[in-house]
């Protein structure tokens, strides 16, 4: 027997079971379309952390890109200290600043970067952290910033009228359409406080006026772009250059930017002047340049080993050559064969004589006795004239020409009993090394020795008759015009006279020979003095489109 509902209808179970469906799928549907939500956030959220990574990326390069047009810019010796551009679809702006020889001094006062709201402007201001404040970022809705920053660069507009900050209490002035970096010292490890303010907020907190940049640091150097900047054999330069991408920023910045001096070779040789060979038991610890195709003969080779090079080889030649197959040189830090074509002649002696701690005509002696030297010369009436070593300094020898006589600038050189010092030796003609060329500590065996000796002359540098069997020459030798040989190598008279120690290394235009395999003259030993690739002798001359920097940050 069946039981029927009074009201005709469906028993309650049913109908509450349906109802409970019902708002399990409602509830999982809106579950649904929470986690869709959250998942196309998070989807969105990590597309925009890839495309901030990307831009920040192409923001570095962009600054590294910067970087390195400065300093080929300097190395062109073009005007100007600021180098800009837009390159992929971004920007970068990079200046010059030539490295203070003396500490900061006190930097404070104010600077209006827009006068009459101009777009003609630069500005960058780097955080010590390595962030970056961009002209980009003065616009209305920037509220400005209060802190320590490391380096500030700006160029007020053409139309600005100047102003001045002040620069050690006195007045210093910001000319309009002039570039300028205010940077740290950060030797003195005092920070510098900037204020980057807009002189009319409205009550929305919109910036509708011109923007300021007020300056305090106790300690900080200013340079211009009306400084001179150019790439001076002694200068050090720090470059800093900001690259920007789709509101990414990245800096870098470049220490210690200087040319390279002409030091960093043991060896290096534009022509020959004979076919001269490299033999068994040859070392070269530096660098090594030639012009001329490599020939290695196997002369000792079997008592010696092979010639071996411990760091760069490069020539301007397709190949090498090997007098027989027994013949392998050794390259540790391999060999470039079809290398670039290097000048010697760059090297300006009118840089060398402005530089001249002392400068003397016509022929002259110079002997070397720990921190003095005896100087003999004609003309200035000197024998035997015993004086200090010029420290960090250089000597001149000229020549005096006149109607009636030349004397030419010649010395001949000598430090039997050891030079202690650092000097340069700078000849317009001919250097003679008549005896043993020492320092008083020798760096092979102490090294802390801080002895070095540059040997510079126009033309040729020569070992004469004078100077002994198993001649030490410790210094490092350029030959512009001519080259580095032994006077009467080829003697069977003379015959063989032992080995000649080049400790510190060889520029010379020509290759001129200082022994045979015949046995006649000297057998080489030429050791590279791997002080002089970072610290060459002083005022030495420096390669014209070659850096090298202290540090690189970024």
Known sequence: MSTRNPAGGQRPGRQSREGAALLTVMVLAFLSAMLVGIAAMAASSHMRRIRSTIAM?????????????????????????????????????????????????????????????????????????????????????????????????LR?????????????????????????????????????????????????????????????????????????????????????????????????????????????????YDTESLQLWMVGGEYFLGPVYANPQMRFHSHQVAQLGQTRFFDHAATTRSSIHRQTSSVNPIFDRGLVLNAPRQDIADIDFGDLRDDASLELEGPTTVVLEGEMMRVTNSLAGWTNHLMAVPQDGLVYVRTRSSSWSTQHGDVNISAPAGFDGRLTIAAERDIRVVNHVRYANDPRTNENSENALGLVAGNHVVVTPAAPNNLEIFAH??????????????????GPRGTLLVHGGIV???????????????????????????????????????FRWLGWDG
């Open 57 to 153: 990326e192409r923001a570095f390069f962009l600054a590294e890109a910067g970087a390195e047009r400065a300093a080929s810019h300097l190395a062109a010796a073009r005007e100007g200290s600021t180098v800009s551009g837009t390159l992929g679809g971004g920007t970068f702006i990079a200046t010059i600043a030539m490295d203070p020889s003396e500490g900061g001094k006190i930097v404070q006062g104010s600077v209006p970067l827009n006068p009459g709201l101009s777009d003609d402007f630069e500005f960058f201001a780097i955080l010590p952290e390595g962030g970056v404040i961009a002209r980009s970022d003065l616009r209305s809705t920037y509220g400005g910033f209060e802190g320590e920053v490391k380096h500030v660069h």
């Open 156 to 268: 007020r507009p053409a139309s600005a009228n100047p102003t001045n900050i002040s620069l050690g209490g006195i007045p210093y002035a910001i000319n309009p359409n002039e570039s300028y970096d205010i940077r740290m010292d950060e030797d003195a490890g005092q920070p510098m406080d900037v204020t980057i303010r807009n002189d009319n907020v409205d009550a929305q907190g919109q910036a509708r006026g011109q923007w300021h940049i007020d300056v305090h640091a106790p300690a900080a150097h200013i340079g211009s772009s009306e400084d001179a900047i150019y790439a001076h054999r002694r200068s050090y330069f720090t470059i800093v250059s900001v690259g920007e991408f789709q509101g990414g920023r990245r800096a870098v910045s470049i220490r210690g930017l200087h040319l390279e001096s002409w030091a960093k070779y043991a060896f290096w």
């Open 477 to 494: 030798i350029i030959a512009r015009d001519g080259g580095f040989g032994v006077q009467n190598w080829y003697s069977q008279t003379v």
């Open 508 to 546: 010379n235009s020509v290759r001129n020979a200082v022994g045979s395999t015949a046995g006649t003259g000297y057998f080489k030993n030429y050791v590279y003095d791997q002080r002089f690739g970072t610290n060459p002798p002083p005022r030495y001359p420096r390669i014209l489109d070659q």
